[in-house]
């Protein structure tokens, strides 16, 4: 099938890690994309990853990307209150372009 | 903030009534789509423009009329909906339509029909 799957929920304490895994189907998916949605709000690009490398770096934010079990995987440092969301992965199916969204992860923010 | 603009960012319509969506870029993208998304589920792909030509239609109702009335501009008319169409609607424009090409949301119209 066409199912990109995530984990429905992760809490964590403010300033630890988060880690927000995902797992998809296209082997010769391209790119691979993390988009945040805040509560009443549209889809933010967070950052994206070719499928020719093993790590991206922006910040605070660490994508890793192990191909041969595709998955996919976000790190936060430093997790503030803002960070709150949910995370949404999602592939680019390489025989169509149509992007797939997994169901997204809602990261919960603990004092 | 969010360069893809839309409006209105509320709207609560009959079952009869008649309304539009409205969509607006100017980062120069040449592609640009709707989605609706229900509370908690993932967004789901409704129409494609590229190049200001419909090119994917995933089999939508016909009570909803995409409209692209020029590179920066995408409408949505809205016409007869059912309850179950209550949603979320998300514009988003690329580059181009092609998988190399990142898709930027607007924040949406949430739509509630009566």
């Known amino acids: 099938g066409e199912d990109v799957e995530q984990s429905l929920f992760l809490s964590v304490r403010e300033g630890d890690s988060s880690v927000i895994n995902c797992t998809y189907t296209?082997?010769?998916?391209?790119?691979l994309y993390w988009y945040k949605q805040e509560p009443g709000a549209g889809l933010q690009l967070l950052t994206y990853?070719?499928?020719?490398?093993d790590m991206k770096q922006d910040q605070r934010l660490t994508v890793l990307l192990n191909k041969k079990d595709k998955h996919l995987s976000l790190r936060i440092a430093d997790t503030q209150t803002g960070d709150s969301a949910i995370y949404f992965c999602?592939?680019?199916?390489?025989?169509?372009?149509?992007?797939?969204f997994g169901k997204g992860t809602r990261l919960h923010i603990l004092p | 903030d969010t360069e893809v603009t839309q409006t209105p960012k509320h709207l609560v319509m009959g079952m009869t009534n008649k309304k539009s969506l409205k969509c607006e870029q100017h980062?120069?993208?040449?592609?640009m789509y709707w989605y609706k998304q229900k509370a908690k589920k993932p967004p789901e792909l409704m129409f494609v423009?590229?190049?200001?030509?419909?090119?994917i239609n995933e089999s939508v109702p016909s009570r909803f009329s995409p409209e692209c009335p020029n590179s920066s501009l995408l409408n949505l008319h809205l016409h007869a909906l059912q309850p179950e169409d209550s949603a979320l609607y998300l514009c988003?424009?690329?580059?181009?339509?092609?998988?190399?090409?990142?898709?930027?949301f607007g924040d949406g119209t949430r739509l509630s029909i009566l």
């Open positions: 990853i070719f499928s020719n490398m």
């Open positions: 999602a592939e680019v199916m390489n025989r169509d372009d149509k992007i797939i």
């Open positions: 423009y590229s190049y200001e030509k419909l090119s």
């Open positions: 296209d082997s010769s998916s391209t790119y």
């Open positions: 980062m120069g993208h040449r592609a």
């Open positions: 988003a424009s690329s580059q181009d339509d092609s998988s190399n090409q990142p898709q930027h």
